[in-house]
Every structure is written in structure tokens, then in C-alpha cells.
């Protein structure tokens, strides 16, 4: 069945600093992949997604690019700022008899000023 | 315009105790989905509806746990004899299918109701 694989958390990076946080999955057909993102105490909201491979999801300086190839869709930014903070999820809807989106289980990003 | 509601945003029940959370999704979104975050974990399935068909109920944790969704609007989870580990914030999020099953439905979440059993 359909999957995401995140990585493990929680990170911890400077003001300013890159990053990278990797996702990749295994799904049949054409899913569509997704970053969510929950700042503390906000629900979950979309933060970007791609629906086809090599579409480059983009929002708030974050990318993601659907690389089908490698079934991935890691999400960076080049220069973080303590506001961006928060749990950040992969996830992934494709249609396996319904529309069921598989949520990866989270990454947690600590930004230090 | 409106978001997905839910309510209570609270709710603290003895242990044993039947609770019943609800869920309004966006006008128009056919799809509905309930989670369970348990504190600082991931987001875990629960139950999905679709339009006229039948939900998908395989995330449902026990017998325990049961939803209804009225046609395409509310939708209630219901928790009998409530026990400590079901303490948790419950998601709901509603979606829009539109365009076959190649197009993107990103979901809407709601706030959240946080259940806790003492």
C-alpha cells in the first residue's frame, strides 16, 4: 500500500541557516504529495504541493519538487527564521479504491534565533 | 469564507464516559476525514467519507469508535466507554474531489477537539 517515510526529528537549526527536511514515499499510480505544516498551538495547515512529477511546489521560501524517480519530495528552504518553527508533514493522496491521504509522522523544526 | 468547525474544542470525561465530537466541513467538500494526534505524534487515520460511499473505517482503533456523516455536511465521532489512551486531540478535515482521481485534493483542517479522559 501507499506510504511516507519522513525524517526523524526534532531539528534544530539557526536563524538564517538551510534546510532540508527529506521525504520520500512509494505509492502506485499518480499521487499527489503535499506539505502540511502546524505551528504551535494552530491546526494543520497546507503549506505547498505538487501534483505530477516535476512540479516544484513552492510557498513562504519553502520548495518541495516531486521527483518520481527517486519517490521523493523533500521539502527545504535556503534561510529559516525562528517563525517557521513547527511541525512540518509529507503526505500523499492517491486514488487506491478511495481518496485516503497517508500523513507521514512529523518533523519537528526548532529554530533558534 | 467559513473554515471546517469543530466542537467542543474541549472536552474532559471520566473514564468510562460515552463522548460525542463534532465536525463541519467546508461548504461543498465531498470528502471528510477524522484523525487522532496523540501529544507530539503524527497524525493517525481514523475514518474517511466519500460522497454516497461507503467510509472507510479502517483506521478505527476499536469497536469502541464509530462515525456518521449526514449526506455531505456534519459528521460526529463517537467514543463509547472512553478510556485513558483515547486522550488525544481528535482532526477533522474536509476536502474537495473534483477531476478524477488525477486531481489534488488538499485537505482543510479544523481546530481540533482535545479530549482528555481522567
Known amino acids: 500500500g501507499n506510504s511516507v517515510t519522513q525524517m526523524e526529528g526534532p531539528v534544530t537549526l539557526s536563524e538564517e541557516a538551510f534546510l532540508t527536511i527529506n521525504c520520500t514515499y512509494t505509492?502506485?499510480?499518480?499521487?499527489?504529495l503535499f506539505w502540511y505544516v502546524q505551528y504551535p498551538g494552530e491546526g494543520l495547515q497546507l503549506l505547498l504541493k505538487?501534483?505530477?512529477?516535476?512540479d516544484k511546489g513552492s510557498n513562504k521560501g519553502f520548495e518541495a519538487t516531486y521527483r518520481k524517480e527517486t519517490t521523493s519530495f523533500h521539502l527545504e528552504k535556503g534561510s529559516v527564521q525562528v517563525s517557521d518553527s513547527a511541525v512540518y508533514f509529507c503526505?500523499?493522496?492517491?486514488?487506491?479504491?478511495?481518496?485516503?491521504?497517508?500523513f507521514g509522522a512529523g518533523t519537528r523544526l526548532f529554530v533558534k534565533a | 469564507g467559513a473554515g471546517v468547525s469543530q466542537s467542543p474544542s474541549n472536552k474532559v470525561t471520566e473514564k468510562g464516559k460515552d463522548v460525542e465530537l463534532r465536525c463541519d466541513p467546508i461548504?461543498?467538500?465531498?470528502?471528510l476525514y477524522w484523525y487522532r494526534q496523540r501529544l507530539g505524534q503524527g497524525l493517525e487515520f481514523l475514518i474517511y467519507?466519500?460522497?454516497?460511499?461507503?467510509?472507510?473505517k479502517s483506521g478505527l482503533p476499536s469497536d469502541r469508535f464509530s462515525a456518521e456523516r449526514t449526506g455531505e455536511s456534519v459528521s460526529t465521532l463517537t467514543i463509547q466507554r472512553t478510556q485513558q489512551e483515547d486522550s488525544a486531540v481528535y482532526l477533522c478535515a474536509s476536502s474537495r474531489i473534483s477531476g478524477g482521481i488525477l486531481s489534488s485534493y488538499e485537505q482543510y483542517f479544523g481546530p481540533g477537539t482535545r479530549l482528555t479522559v481522567t
Open positions: 505509492a502506485t499510480g499518480y499521487p499527489s
Open positions: 467519507f466519500q460522497g454516497n460511499s461507503a467510509p472507510d
Open positions: 505538487a501534483t505530477k512529477a516535476d
Open positions: 461548504s461543498g467538500h465531498t470528502a
Open positions: 503526505a500523499l493522496s492517491g486514488y487506491t479504491g478511495g481518496f485516503k491521504t497517508i
